[in-house]
């Protein structure tokens, strides 16, 4: 399925965010791959709010910022219900991305690091010098083994067919390999951090 994102979002985004809750709630499995954002599931408000206020701009589309925003905060319940496993893979560059201020990405960097200690999620990031099995594509979300949805700059594509799936499977364990977790990702963050932070300073000294 290929659904345009004028058409979903013609009346806002709240509408498409809000449908998205059902496959969150009966998914057990999910696997993220994203090579230059943090996903939405691990976003703070603040860092949907920059995300989601950009893609209203840009489409055109009815603002219902607010809304939208809260019905995706909603969706990271499924973070701390049920019997499910979250294995999210990171490229360094979603860490590096600026997104908001300076204290959007501070903010969102310490979520990233309370969240790591949550059991059923694990968090890898693939070093941007890291050896590589197999090479950064468009970011794409398994649900279970039933279903692949990928964002592309106009449209939402929905992979159901089992052959296909699998395929992405098997990417998403090449992507794995490929990621450092624990401490190594934890270094990752704090390194990101530093940066905003030096560049906040930078800022201040040019602009006091």
Do not use: C
Request: avoid cysteine.
């Amino acid at each position: 399925m290929y659904v345009e994102w004028r058409r979903q979002t013609r009346a806002g985004l709240k509408r498409p965010q809000k449908a998205k809750i059902p496959v969150y709630g009966r998914t057990k499995l999910f696997r993220i791959y994203e090579p230059a954002l943090i996903p939405g599931l691990l976003q703070t408000a603040e860092y949907a709010t920059a995300v989601m206020k950009h893609f209203i701009a840009f489409h055109d589309i009815p603002d219902d910022l607010d809304q939208a925003v809260a019905v995706r905060l909603e969706r990271q319940r499924v973070l701390y219900s049920g019997d499910r496993r979250f294995l999210i893979v990171l490229e360094q560059q979603a860490l590096r991305t600026r997104v908001g201020d300076s204290e959007t990405m501070a903010g969102q960097f310490d979520r990233l690091m309370t969240l790591m200690s949550l059991h059923r999620l694990s968090l890898g990031i693939i070093p941007s010098s890291a050896e590589r099995h197999t090479w950064p594509s468009a970011g794409f979300w398994i649900f279970d083994d039933a279903l692949v949805q990928v964002e592309t700059v106009t449209a939402e594509l929905s992979v159901t067919q089992h052959r296909e799936v699998a395929v992405y499977a098997q990417r998403f364990g090449l992507l794995q390999r490929s990621a450092v977790y624990g401490q190594d990702a934890r270094a990752l963050i704090a390194e990101a951090l530093a940066e905003v932070a030096t560049t906040s300073l930078s800022n201040l000294a040019q602009h006091p």
